[in-house]
Nanobody
Framework: QVRLVESGGGLVQTGGSLRLSCAAS????????MGWYRQAPGKERELVAT???????NYADSVKGRFTISRDNAKNTVHLQMNSLKPEDTAVYYC??????????????WGQGTQVTVSS
């Protein structure tokens, strides 16, 4: 059984910062790509940022220069540092990971989501 658990969401004012964390646990052999997605009310889920096992990153244009994704391969964690937050960043943020289990099954996993609310 593999689980992704997010933490760090909350309420912040415009211009503020938050740091999201996601920890993967369970029968994990290795984790390839990891990332963060978000879904605002009435909108589709969208990519925020991704990071490969070697640390190559990719960001949505809307967050470039404000958000930073990082990971700790030894701890099976991924983080999202969010600075200069705007009201339009308000959404549920989901952690995502491509994981190979100890049975050598490869699958894509999602966390349960954490709410980020930016007040104007």
């Amino acid at each position: 059984q593999v689980r992704l658990v997010e933490s760090g969401g909350g309420l912040v004012q415009t211009g503020g910062s938050l740091r999201l964390s996601c920890a993967a646990s369970g029968s994990i052999f290795s984790i390839n790509g990891m990332g963060w997605y978000r879904q605002a009310p009435g909108k589709e889920r969208e990519l925020v940022a991704t990071i490969t096992i070697r640390g190559s990153t990719n960001y949505a244009d809307s967050v470039k220069g404000r958000f930073t994704i990082s990971r700790d391969n030894a701890k099976n964690t991924v983080h999202l540092q969010m600075n200069s937050l705007k009201p339009e960043d308000t959404a549920v943020y989901y952690c995502n990971a491509d994981i190979i289990t100890l049975r050598f099954d490869a699958d894509n996993y999602w966390g349960q989501g954490t709410q980020v609310t930016v007040s104007s």
